[in-house]
């Protein structure tokens, strides 16, 4: 009974072609937008979660943020007490951080010839290449010698050297510094592989010098910018950053936290994955509408094919079909759109993804999950909307259905 159900079935659809296909529209939509749209929630948020990942294992960021007093008056900046054996302080009063990485950040022009480029130098030492997971492309990185010594010496991200030199080695040429009207002379020693853009910024367009020659001889500073520090592991990155803040607020006697900021990965993959969960779920509960207004097609067509088709139901019951039978036909025949919609929508729906992914930049990702419930959705839409069709047509009086003009 079924194979014929299904047989009869498909010849009525395949008998208004035209009319079956408008009928599926809405179920091709409706499942194709909801797949794309799991599929770009899913990969943007991949995309997002593997940049922050790139920017170190484990890290938290301290920095200084500019307090006010209750009365309105601006209060000292923070910044003037992130010194160097703040850093020191940190470590060792904190158990679950591994180790905590001063920064100094300073602007300035570079000077190749008679090219010039501003640029932002990062003043810090060896560490900070581990912490925040960034290679080397040739040459070396700051070492502790340098520190000691405060020498003049650069590592430059792959934008700005190829802004320097365009395709020429930059390693061990001379670069010229212009900070605040006085002019430093420095050797390049290293070349950082490319980063990308990421999170914290461009990191490609960046410099790193000594610390030591940042703080004393250009800024004549006895404080950083900023610290970087590192959790022991990311199942103590929680704790770390806990016991950073408690420190913070015993160290600047801030109780409301107002002079520092401390920001860790995991709290930005927190933040990431609710934003776009949310988001993923508010869009795809609007592409879901368009399944219910498909199913509402469904559900008119079905029953101007019954209107239609009201002697035909007559004779089926005068020859011995049973209500069930007529009832199973119909249903068969909404199913049928259903189910056809929803794998027509499948394909639309992986295409479009496929397109979206290319154009954002971010990894192609068709979640089982939402196929699968998306199709299922299409096909309760076809029983759903095709019963009460199928049941006028079942309860059909069939000596009324023949005499039917």
């Known amino acids: 009974m079924i194979l014929q159900s299904l047989k009869i079935a498909l010849e009525s659809l395949w008998a208004n072609k035209m009319r079956s296909v408008l009928s599926m529209l809405g179920i091709v939509i409706g499942v194709g937008a909801v797949i794309a749209i799991v599929s770009v929630g899913t990969g943007s948020t991949q995309s997002v979660t593997s940049s922050i990942s790139d920017l170190g ?73 581990e912490v925040n997971n960034y290679q080397i492309e040739q040459g070396r990185f700051i070492s502790s010698q340098d520190e000691e010594k405060r020498s003049q010496v650069m590592v430059l991200g792959s934008d700005l050297a190829e802004d320097l030199f365009e395709e020429a080695n930059p390693i061990g040429q001379k670069v010229k510094v212009n900070y605040e009207g006085r002019i430093y002379m420095f050797e390049v020693i290293g070349l950082m592989q490319e980063k ?42 929680s704790n770390a950053v806990s016991e950073l803040e408690n420190f913070m607020v015993k160290f600047l006697d801030d109780e409301d936290q107002e002079q520092f900021r401390i920001i860790s990965q995991d709290e930005l993959l927190e933040t990431v994955s609710n934003v776009t969960g949310t988001m993923s779920m508010m869009l795809g509960g609007i592409a879901a509408i368009s399944l219910l207004v498909g199913g509402i097609g469904i559900m008119n067509i079905m029953l101007v094919s019954v209107t239609e088709r009201t002697r035909e139901i007559g004779i089926r019951k005068a020859l011995g079909a049973r209500n069930k ?25 992986w295409v479009a993804a496929y397109f979206l992914s290319q154009y954002g930049q971010w990894p192609l990702v068709i979640s089982t999950l939402s196929v699968g419930l998306a199709f299922g959705f299409a096909l309760f839409i076809g029983i759903f909307f095709g019963l009460y069709p199928a049941m006028k047509a079942a309860r059909m009086n069939p000596v009324e259905a023949l005499r039917y003009e």
């Open 57 to 129: 294992s484990n890290m938290i960021s301290i920095s200084a943020s500019s307090g006010r007093y209750k009365s309105g008056q601006a209060s000292t900046s923070s910044q003037d007490k992130f010194s160097l054996e703040l850093a020191d302080y940190m470590a060792e009063f904190c158990p679950s951080v591994k180790s905590v990485i001063p920064v100094k950040q300073v602007g300035g022009r570079l000077i190749v010839g008679d090219i010039s480029v501003n640029s932002t130098m990062i003043g810090t030492n060896g560490d900070y290449i």
């Open 196 to 237: 990308g853009n990421t999170i914290a910024g461009q990191l490609d367009d960046q410099a790193y010098i000594p610390l030591s020659l940042a703080m004393d001889k250009m800024t004549n500073s006895d404080y950083v910018s900023s610290y970087i520090a590192q959790a022991d592991s990311s199942e103590k990155a």
């Open 325 to 349: 039978h007529i009832l199973s036909q119909f249903l068969m025949e909404s199913l049928s759109l259903s189910s056809f919609g929803g794998i027509i929508g499948i394909g639309f729906g």
